[in-house]
């Protein structure tokens, strides 16, 4: 299993010799709403865009999982996989070959992989989108995704999990009201799946982001923090540092 980070949420996991781009934003501005007075990010640079992708996987129907202009620009033959609300989004982009997954449904890509959908962040009143769990059919590897820390208590009968994808530092508005949650869930989490590695996601290397809402966001915490507190719970987690565009190989002796 490799993973190679393409910054914020977005991803290219190679597993079972397939490559599955993740919750890709790549091209243009992040707005919600297209309110850019509230918030937009920006990269200092382009990323060139993936052509030898056999899967788009999307967690979430926002803008910032299923990104539209990026969707757009991606070839819209590919298959998707995705949760109900980023499913809608991807076929009003025209794309053909789309599975939308529930929490609790699974697919299966041929005798490769599987993706089993759980229970993610709540984006809405009655709206839960998805986390995912990836298992490399050829050889038993599993990783776990969820992009704003949300984990639901069931995770805890999924155990052993190789790899965590999830934020580590959390975000809160003024520090009350979390919009990723940090340090505590990243915790509880490694103690369900007890996994070899967690890998930070929904950071910002070469991002910038502006507008009102960036005024009230808090960052919370550090990757050293983080690896300290595992070692006090006695967890024996490491935690990996991706840069944009390096692929970190999760089975290289080097990383065990």
Request: aromatic share 8%; proline share 8%; charged share 15%.
């Amino acid at each position: 299993m490799r993973l190679t980070w393409l910054d914020s949420n977005s991803w290219i996991i190679d597993l079972a010799g397939q490559k599955i781009l993740l919750d890709p934003w790549l091209v243009g501005s992040l707005t919600f709403g297209n309110q850019t007075w509230l918030f937009e990010g920006k990269r200092r640079q382009p990323l060139p865009l993936p052509t030898d992708i056999d899967l788009i996987l999307l967690s979430q129907g926002l803008e910032d999982h299923a990104h539209p202009p990026t969707l757009k620009a991606l070839n819209q033959s590919w298959p998707v996989v995705g949760s109900t609300q980023a499913a809608q989004v991807v076929q009003n982009l025209g794309y053909t070959q789309v599975a939308a997954l529930k929490p609790g449904e699974r697919y299966v890509q041929e005798n490769r992989f599987t993706i089993e959908a759980l229970p993610g962040a709540p984006t809405g009143p009655n709206q839960i989108e998805n986390a995912y769990l990836l298992t490399d059919l050829t050889t038993n590897e599993r990783l776990y995704y969820e992009p704003h820390g949300y984990h639901a208590p069931e995770l805890a009968n999924l155990a052993p999990v190789d790899t965590v994808l999830t934020p580590v530092l959390g975000i809160s508005l003024l520090g009350v009201l979390p919009v990723l949650k940090g340090q505590d869930s990243a915790l509880q989490v490694c103690r369900w799946l007890r996994p070899r590695f967690i890998v930070p996601t929904a950071g910002a290397a070469e991002i910038e982001y502006s507008g009102l809402l960036t005024k009230v966001l808090r960052l919370d915490g550090s990757l050293e923090d983080f690896q300290r507190r595992l070692q006090e719970a006695g967890l024996t987690t490491q935690v990996l540092d991706p840069q944009v565009g390096q692929g970190l190989d999760l089975s290289a002796p080097s990383l065990v």
